[in-house]
Each structure stands twice: as structure tokens, then as C-alpha cells.
């Protein structure tokens, strides 16, 4: 049942991508070979067994907190960020791979933890999500910072979080801002006043978003119909085959097609969560459940900055955006969500 929704997503994702790059062959089978490779990926996944995930975890995590390192040291450098590591042809981020490695790590540690959690869980747990977020914020990346904080959030929320401390944690969090305001690099305050205010600068910083609203408010009730896009074709709109694609697919199909698109996603994201909810041991509950919760703030994430009622923080719209990297992660997990549920009856025996 989650793999029809997956192609669903899928198929969709290359006819609007189709459109949004004007109709580049080039692009779209590069993308149609992207998500063929995550598509086997994905199988791979789903065949091994979840108490398989649950060994491996601290090994995968201590080799993506290497990769990360070799980053900070010799990555490759595209766009003034410094976030690939290359071999040869192939180019990937070990950032993506900390998506799912941080929560897998997380739902280890505490797989055999008293819930709700108590301080010096929590503590240990912090420490876990803090050291990669930081490596990855230096790259600088903060989006996917911030995401990857966001999945080891889920874990411990899932492995319960009482009231007290939560509120205490809401404000160390405003405590520690203005800290973080200082390191911020200038373009990633420039992306916050954006938000605020992106009418101030219509043709510097606030062009993006300026554009993407026109995009989604042309597309009225029923939308200007596949390839028709004026804000895509016209080149009016930028990262139109990225980021910003979900703008294009509002305008060609409108919002009757912009609900459709929703129920999709709602669809997966609710399966995800009752595979959780089914799942036989702590780890596969917290894991599985935190990967769900994930997909939804990528989607919740995308849509938000593109309607402009969050700020711009780089998040493509998953699978959907065009992309290799974030795909294969995104695929993996599902693969990984699907063991929980095939390898019930395994683990039970």
C-alpha cells in the first residue's frame, strides 16, 4: 500500500518536472534515472531485516560523522557551500545520509531506556543530535542542520518528553538565538528579513518568493493546464526545477490539483505512521516513526517557504524536487519503513 503512493508521488514528480525544466529531455531522464536507482535502493532496504538496522546503527553513524569531517576538510565546493564529497563522477552529501543515520542512532540508544525519558538520557541524547548539526550548519547548510536536529527531535518525542522539560528546552532555545544570530552568515539573515518583509527588495533577496506567490495565486481553482506555465517558461521564476517547483505545479493545476497532491502525501505520511504504530520493538517504533514524522516536515518545510509563509531555507519538495542525493535518502527510508512492517512475523519468531 506505501509503494502506490510512492509512485504516485513519483510519476507526478517527473510529468511537473518535465514542464518546470521547459521540456528538457536532458534533465528529465537524468531525474527518471535518479529515481529508478533510489527505486532499487529502496527494495534493497526493505529486505533486510530491522534488528539488522538496529546492529549497524552505531557503524553507520560513526562513518557518517567521518564523512562529514572529510567535508569540513577536503569537500567539494559548489555554490560558496562546501557540502559534497567527490569520487571521480559520482558527487553525493553525506549530509542527506545523517537523515536517517541520526534517528537510527537515536532509536539505538534508546531502545532499552525507561520511558518518559529521564535527565541524563536526555542529555547523552542531545549530545547525539548537537555534534552533527553543528558539522553540518559549518558547512554552511543550516536547512539541513535544522533538519537533521528535527529527526532526532522526533525520536525523543516519540520516547516521551515530559511537559517541564520541554518548556525548559523552548527556552534554552530563545536564550541560545541571539547567540546564533551572531554566527549567522549574511545571507542566511538576509533570507530572514526576506521573510519578513520581501516586498522591501522585489528585484534582490525578495524576487524568489515575489515570483513563487504570483506563480501559486495565477493558477486559480483549476490552473492553466501541464506545460502551461508562464512563471516557469518565461524563466520568471528561479529554481523552478528545485526548490521552488511546487510554485509550478500550482500554477499548471490549480488548487483542486494542489488538494489532490496534499492527499498524496497525507497518504503516505499516515501509512508510515500506522507501520510505527504496528512495529514489534522500541527501536523499529522509534526509527520507523521518526522517518514518518520527517517526510512530513520536508513536505510541511517546502510548501511553507514557497508560499511564503515560512522562510527560505533550501528544502526541496520530496519526491518531486529535482535531486539525487535527498531522493535516495528519502527512497532508503521508506525501504526501512517497509521491513518494519514485511519482517513482523520474522522478528516475532
Request: aromatic share 16%; net charge positive; glycine share 10%.
Amino acid at each position: 500500500m506505501l509503494l502506490y503512493g510512492l509512485l504516485a508521488l513519483g510519476i507526478i514528480g517527473l510529468g511537473i518536472l518535465y514542464s518546470a525544466s521547459n521540456q528538457n529531455l536532458s534533465l528529465f531522464w537524468h531525474q527518471v534515472i535518479n529515481f529508478g536507482f533510489a527505486f532499487v535502493v529502496m527494495c534493497a532496504f526493505a529486505q533486510i531485516p530491522v534488528n539488522r538496522y538496529q546492529f549497524l546503527a552505531p557503524w553507520v553513524f560513526g562513518l557518517t560523522l567521518l564523512m562529514l569531517l572529510a567535508v569540513m576538510g577536503a569537500g567539494v565546493v559548489g555554490k560558496g557551500a562546501q557540502r559534497w564529497l567527490g569520487f571521480g563522477w559520482l558527487r553525493f552529501q553525506p549530509s542527506e545520509i545523517m537523515k536517517l543515520a541520526m534517528p537510527m542512532m537515536l532509536a539505538w540508544y534508546l531502545r532499552d531506556k525507561v520511558f518518559p525519558l529521564h535527565i541524563k538520557d536526555l542529555f547523552f541524547s542531545c549530545i547525539i543530535i548537537i555534534l552533527p548539526v553543528l558539522m553540518i550548519a559549518k558547512q554552511p547548510d543550516l536547512g539541513t542542520a535544522l533538519l537533521v536536529a528535527t529527526t532526532g527531535f522526533f525520536v525523543l518525542l516519540l520516547a516521551g518528553i515530559t511537559w517541564q522539560i520541554m518548556v525548559s528546552g523552548i527556552g534554552l532555545v530563545m536564550v541560545v538565538l541571539p547567540i546564533a544570530w551572531r554566527f549567522m552568515h549574511s545571507y542566511q539573515k538576509m533570507r530572514l528579513f526576506t521573510f519578513w518583509s520581501p516586498e522591501s527588495d522585489p528585484l534582490g533577496s525578495g524576487y524568489n518568493i515575489i515570483q513563487s506567490k504570483i506563480a501559486i495565486g495565477s493558477g486559480g481553482w483549476f490552473g492553466k493546464g501541464w506545460l502551461q506555465s508562464s512563471q516557469a517558461h518565461l524563466q520568471f521564476l528561479p529554481e523552478r526545477s528545485t526548490d521552488f517547483i511546487f510554485a509550478v505545479y500550482a500554477e499548471e493545476f490549480g488548487f483542486i490539483g494542489c488538494f489532490l497532491l496534499f492527499l498524496i502525501f497525507g497518504y503516505i505520511i499516515g501509512r508510515s505512521l500506522y507501520i510505527s504504530t504496528n512495529a514489534q520493538d522500541t527501536f523499529s517504533r522509534l526509527f520507523v516513526g521518526s522517518i514518518s514524522l520527517s517526510f512530513f516536515t520536508y513536505f510541511f518545510v517546502n510548501i511553507g517557504m514557497v508560499a511564503g509563509v515560512l522562510p527560505v531555507v533550501g528544502v526541496p519538495l520530496p519526491l518531486v524536487s529535482y535531486g539525487g542525493s535527498s531522493l535516495i535518502a528519502i527512497m532508503a527510508g521508506f525501504g526501512i519503513v517497509m521491513s518494519a512492517q514485511t519482517h513482523r512475523k520474522l522478528i516475532a519468531s
